[in-house]
Nanobody, 120 residues
């Protein structure tokens, strides 16, 4: 398995979730890593990026609410999501950062992702 995301679930608005993703060494070792998400009937979008030196960037829609981190020894990347909103509902995927444009960002292996549903 190249990419395995987990930690999704059903949460009420205002709640929190922490997503985890383990990537193969081939993908993780020299790449910036990214969390993406895809809501129903919408294009996949970039949520957060973290470089191998821990620099981070976030989509405007999640700034101040989400935090991306990584554990290089474990080839793992995490997404702490706080103050969740219904519009955060989507399937979340982790993958390498390529700089390529949507919809596929130059990637063809996405794994299964993990479903996040924010609803009361």
């Amino acid at each position: 398995v190249q990419l395995q995301a987990s930690g999704g679930g059903l949460v009420q608005p205002g709640g929190s979730l922490r997503l985890s993703c383990v990537a193969s060494r081939r993908i993780f070792a020299t790449n910036a890593m990214t969390w993406y998400r895809q809501a129903p009937d919408k294009q996949r979008e970039l949520v957060a990026v973290i470089t191998s030196t821990q620099d981070t960037q976030y989509a405007d829609s999640v700034k101040g609410r989400f935090t991306i981190s990584r554990n290089n020894a474990r080839s793992a990347v995490y997404l702490q999501m706080n103050s969740l909103k219904p519009e955060d509902t989507a399937v979340y995927y982790c993958n390498a950062f390529t700089g390529a444009p949507p919809p596929d960002y130059g990637l063809d292996d996405w794994g299964k992702g993990t479903q996040v549903t924010v609803s009361s």
